[in-house]
């Protein structure tokens, strides 16, 4: 065969023009597909023997071959060429270059429609996967931080004003919550990532007698997808994909943005290690939070992605269409940036001194024991619209004269509301005001502890 020559080349009289076969290729990097290409070349292979659609030797002839293809990738004794097209092509046109004629056999039942998709599902299945475990991970790097902090105050911001105090654990482990969302809807779309299209082919199915479940089973799948127009035409399970993993850069943005605040001069609540920031090229004393910067950078990519495979989708007409190719380069820039920055960031976060004292001084300033005050009239009968316009005034008062909540006097609170007595210094204490939310969520230590024991019950468990 012509080095050159198409697989499809039977009904052309003039070779594809240069240009359109650099504008068409995507082998540059779909090649990132190779394993899960043969992999599934292999399954399929088996099936059609099983099926007796081809002989058992020339199945393994085939087989062995694909075996061949996948050490000389790996060993980088194999490179593609724009004229290869795809990874699909790429790989079969080796195929037959070195078995002759019988490579030829390994195409019958199916098409590269079904065939790109098995392989996005078979790669996205692993990186699902993969991705699940580097969240765990970063969750039980909160869960250490929250035990090592259980003690730790911290002001709690609403507006970014200080709000009311809470315990440093129970902000890392307000992270840990989110991230066991965003797990909960990696492994909900992987159940629809895995899923298999196989037999499907072009778009109709095929004549031959193939047997779908056998394909299926050799490759772990558990289902066969139900309809062959709609299995070439999908990439739902792409988008919910790269929608998972923007959320999961949504919130590890918003957790950077926090580093980023806390570890100004301002705010003085953290210090990254010298190791995960980096210097400024004019002024000396810079120490600067880029990494936590690009992560917060980078989820503006994985936006772009949801964005572009959405709107890839919206206006094809069905089944499968060449725009479809534009499907990859999203998707791979999806996984890699939401897994580098799942790792760059857990170890970044480990890699961070929180400062104790300065969160404890900051949150004894600034009234956030005021709702507590409020609280404190409400168990005293006072209605709490009554209450919360007392201890405006009180606050008022206090800021008018410079004083802070705990330097009133008796009397002085007593101009405010006559049933004030001793005990309201004890429950504008920052230990207290946290103590007292105990319940469910609250963020008192007993409560904190509490959802620790569990989420390491829970994971005992998995
Ligand atoms: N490279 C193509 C893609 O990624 C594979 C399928 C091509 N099918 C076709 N009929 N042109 O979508």
């Known amino acids: 065969m012509a080095k050159n020559k198409k697989l499809w080349s039977g009904r052309f009289q003039k070779p594809t023009d240069e240009i ?43 087989i062995k071959a694909l075996k061949k293809i996948r050490q000389d990738i790996e060993k980088g004794k194999l490179s593609f060429s724009v004229a290869d097209e795809d990874i699909h092509m790429a790989i079969e046109k080796e195929i037959v270059r070195s078995i002759g004629e019988t490579g030829g056999k390994l195409h019958a039942g199916r098409s590269r429609n079904d065939q790109v998709v098995l392989d996005v599902r078979l790669f996205l299945r692993a990186e699902t996967r993969q991705i699940d475990l580097l969240i765990s991970r970063l969750q039980a790097s909160l869960v250490r931080l929250a035990k090592k902090h259980i003690k730790t105050i911290m002001p709690g911001y609403t507006h970014l004003q200080k709000a009311q105090p809470v315990l440093l654990a129970h902000y890392f482990l307000a992270f840990w919550e989110m991230f066991e969302r965003d797990r909960a809807r990696f492994k909900n779309c992987g159940e629809r990532i895995n899923v298999s299209p196989s037999g499907a082919a072009a778009l109709a199915g095929t004549g031959l007698p193939i047997d779908r479940r056998k394909t299926a089973k050799m490759l772990k799948i558990p289902v066969v997808s139900k309809n062959s127009m709609d299995t070439v035409a999908d990439r739902d399970f792409i988008a919910e994909f790269i929608f998972a993993a923007a959320l999961t850069m ?15 001069g301002e705010f003085d609540f953290a210090e990254i290690s010298d190791a995960y920031t980096t210097g400024s090229s004019i ?7 880029d990494v936590a910067e690009l992560i917060r950078g980078k ?4 936006y772009g992605d949801l964005m572009a495979i959405l709107t890839l989708l919206k206006g094809l007409p069905m089944t499968y269409n060449r725009d479809l190719q534009e499907d990859k380069e999203p998707l791979f820039d999806a996984v890699d940036t939401v897994k580098d920055c799942v790792i760059v960031f857990t170890r970044m976060l480990v890699n961070t001194e929180f400062k104790a004292e300065r969160m404890y001084a900051a949150a004894a300033d600034g009234f956030s024991t005021a709702t507590d005050i409020a609280e404190y009239l409400v168990k005293k009968g006072v209605p709490f619209r009554k209450a919360h316009e007392i201890v405006g005034k009180v606050v008022a008062h206090c800021l008018a004269g410079g004083q802070t909540l705990a330097q009133l006097s008796l009397a002085e609170y ?14 504008i204490r920052l230990e207290k005001a946290i103590g007292a939310r105990k319940h469910t969520g609250g963020t008192a230590a007993s409560s904190v502890t509490k959802r620790i024991k569990e989420i390491e019950k829970n994971k005992n468990k998995s």
């Open 20 to 62: 359109v076969e650099r504008f068409t290729a995507s082998v540059h990097y779909d090649r990132r597909l190779y394993a899960y290409d043969i992999d599934g070349s292999i399954a399929h292979a088996q099936m059609l023997a099983a099926e007796k659609i081809i002989s058992g030797a020339e199945a393994a002839r085939i």
């Open 250 to 264: 949504m919130h590890l943005s918003r957790f950077c943005e926090d580093l980023i605040l806390w570890s100004s």
């Open 283 to 289: 002024m000396p004393q810079k120490k600067n939070p």
């Open 299 to 302: 989820t503006a990519r994985v």
């Open 414 to 427: 007593r101009k405010f509301y006559k049933g004030f007595s001793d005990d309201i210094y004890d429950v």
